[in-house]
T-cell receptor, first 114, second 117 residues
């Protein structure tokens, strides 16, 4: 069955510190992987996505993610967190099987302390 | 310019009532979606339409009925509302290129916060 696991319900980092949000997926075919961010009271916005090619993908707002097939992971990173990065982050998987559905993880809430 | 808009933003109603949520996108996309986000932030697909045709219909109660009058609009009607329907409902759209739906970026509306009393 297709699934996405985000092991951390919430993470707190200091402003200026580095960030890594974990994501593991289970998918029977070639996965398409996404990271979305949801600010309080807002809809989701795409940060980055991976389909093929270079396993390190760059996104908006200084985020990047690395696809590791052997670990079924797609972790999101940022070298220096800003207070405005405080939000909910969702990892998602989709593909050309499973009826094209996008499966979302449960989300990781990021808190940034001054 | 608002890309994906939803009305209303907040909806408070009594159990047993019937209500509708409207969604419009001005991106020229062919595919639209409804998601439900529960109190634990878990986001689950409910329906998807491509060019007014239903392509994803998840296991949701048949009290929920989507309607797509044209490809820019996807409305959600809910009959006989129950307490468990309280959630945030998100509309989204994507370009809808045939055979590549799984790859597409989805653009989300701001959500409709439904509270059933």
């Amino acid at each position: 069955a297709q699934s996405v696991t985000q092991p951390d319900i919430h993470i707190t980092v200091s402003e200026g510190a580095s960030l890594e949000l974990r994501c593991n997926y289970s998918y029977g075919a070639t996965p398409y992987l996404f990271w979305y961010v949801q600010s309080p009271g807002q809809g989701l916005q795409l940060l980055l996505k991976y389909f093929s090619g270079d396993t390190l993908v760059q996104g908006i707002k200084g985020f990047e993610a690395e696809f590791k097939r052997s670990q079924s992971s797609f972790n999101l990173r940022k070298p220096s967190v800003h207070w405005s990065d405080a939000a909910e982050y969702f990892c998602a998987v989709a593909g050309n099987t499973g009826g094209f559905k996008t499966i979302f993880g449960a989300g990781t809430r990021l808190f940034v302390k001054a | 310019d608002t890309a994906v808009s939803q009305t209303p933003k907040y909806l408070v109603t009594q159990m047993g009532n019937d209500k509708s949520i409207k969604c419009e996108q001005n991106l020229g996309h062919d595919t639209m979606y409804w998601y439900k986000q529960d109190s634990k932030k878990f986001l689950k697909i409910m329906f998807s339409y491509n060019n007014k045709e239903l392509i994803i219909n998840e296991t949701v109660p048949n009290r929920f009925s989507p309607k797509s009058p044209d490809k820019a609009h996807l409305n959600l009607h809910i009959n006989s509302l129950e307490l468990g329907d309280s959630a945030v409902y998100f509309c989204a759209s994507s370009r809808g290129t045939s055979g590549r739906w799984g790859q597409e970026t989805q653009y989300f509306g701001p959500g409709t916060r439904l509270l059933v009393l």
